[in-house]
Structure formats: structure tokens, C-alpha cells
Nanobody, 121 residues
Framework: QVQVVESGGGLVQPGDSLRLSCAAS????????MGWYRQAPGKQRELVAA???????NYADSVKGRFTISRDNAKNTVYLQMNSLKPEDTAVYYC???????????????WGQGTQVTVSS
């Protein structure tokens, strides 16, 4: 069994910073990709950023230069540092981990429960 738990959301003002954390635990052999998606009201869920186990990065154009994703492989944890936040960054942020629970087995994507980020003056 695998759990993915996010933390760090909240209410901030435009221009502020916030850091999200997400930890995976349980029956984990390896985590290939960890990442963040977000979903604003009335919109589809969209990729924010992702990082592979060897450090390859992928960012949405809308967050490049403002958000930084990083991970601690020893702790099975991924972070999202969000700077210069804008009202349009307001959304529920979901963490995912693409995990193998069996050596050389298939990958499964596990999702966290989501954490609300609200950027408002």
C-alpha cells in the first residue's frame, strides 16, 4: 500500500512565496517521476512541474522562472517552491508519484489528496 501526502498550501498575497511538500510512503521499490498538477475552478487539471529520479525537469510555461521543483530521493519527497505568486496561480495543487512496488514491475501513478493555494489581496 502506498500513501502520498501533501502539505504547505494556504492563503497568500500576490508576490508572496509558498513551498509545497509531498511525501510518498509505503511499499515502494522505486519512484520514477514525482510532480505537481493543479486545478482551478471550472478548469481542467494541468501539469505544473515534474522531476524524474535522475533530475530531469519539466515546467509549464506559465510557471517557468517563478516555480522550482526539487526532490529528496532518500525521503521520497518532492517540493515545489513557488515565488512571485499571482492570482491566476490559485488552484488546488495535487502531487503525484509514479511508483514501482515490485522490482521490474509496472509503474502506477499515485495521487495526493490536494492542497489549496489561494493568491489574493
Amino acid at each position: 500500500q502506498v500513501q502520498v501526502v501533501e502539505s504547505g498550501g494556504g492563503l497568500v498575497q500576490p508576490g508572496d512565496s509558498l513551498r509545497l511538500s509531498c511525501a510518498a510512503s509505503g511499499n515502494i521499490v522505486s519512484i520514477v517521476i514525482m510532480g505537481w498538477y493543479r486545478q482551478a475552478p471550472g478548469k481542467q487539471r494541468e501539469l505544473v512541474a515534474a522531476i524524474t529520479s535522475d533530475g530531469s525537469l519539466n515546467y509549464a510555461d506559465s510557471v517557468k522562472g517563478r516555480f522550482t521543483i526539487s526532490r529528496d530521493n532518500a525521503k521520497n519527497t518532492v517540493y515545489l517552491q513557488m515565488n512571485s505568486l499571482k492570482p491566476e496561480d490559485t488552484a488546488v495543487y495535487y502531487c503525484h508519484s509514479d511508483i514501482r512496488t515490485v522490482v521490474s514491475g509496472p509503474l502506477f501513478r499515485y495521487w495526493g489528496q490536494g492542497t489549496q493555494v489561494t493568491v489574493s489581496s
